[in-house]
């Protein structure tokens, strides 16, 4: 299986967040930040393998700041680390005020994937090229991330 560069992984969805995302205080709910985290992620993790991709987990998610009905809700998603059958994709949620033109940084996840065949088993994906120091230093925190997974798996079994 020919190994793919991180960046043919790499997507961005934009989305204006409107009353009808929003809560009584006019934040737009965790809930559809979190369903968008996992489009974009899960939209990474296909482009990779060019396969279905199914959620298997998330790495806590932290909102750092709100979201407000009117804000630019940008979501940028690319595969941090490929295994024999799951993916890891880093998940960047950002909001502009369109008016003001301010950037915000509003929370970094980690989700996890599982690649799937036709017959909706697990399934092969390709290697990952990691260009760039950063790329490599996220590839190896992700290493680390699974590692710890499944450390705290076995302890739960």
Not at 49 to 54: D, K, L, S, Y
Not at 68 to 79: Q, S
Not at 92 to 114: I, K, P, Q
Not at 123 to 146: F, H, M, N, Q
Request: charge should be neutral; proline fraction near 4%; glycine fraction near 6%.
């Amino acid at each position: 299986m020919q190994a793919k560069p991180i960046s043919e992984s790499r997507v961005m969805l934009t989305q204006m967040m409107g009353v009808q995302d929003a809560n009584n205080l006019g934040n737009v709910h965790g809930g559809i930040i979190m369903k968008l985290c996992d489009e974009a992620g899960g939209i990474a993790a296909a482009k990779h393998a060019r396969r279905p991709a199914v959620t298997v987990t998330v790495d806590s998610m932290t909102f750092l700041n709100p979201v407000h009905i009117g804000d630019l809700l940008t979501v940028e998603a690319e595969v941090t680390w490929a295994g024999r059958t799951s993916l890891e994709t880093r998940v960047v949620v950002t909001t502009e005020n369109v008016l003001s033109g301010v950037v915000t940084h509003t929370n970094t996840a980690y989700f996890v994937y599982v690649a799937l065949d036709d017959n909706g088993r697990p399934a092969p994906v390709p290697p990952l090229i990691c260009e760039t120091e950063a790329e490599r230093v996220r590839y190896a925190a992700a290493e680390a991330r699974r590692a710890r997974r499944l450390r705290e798996a076995q302890r739960e079994a």
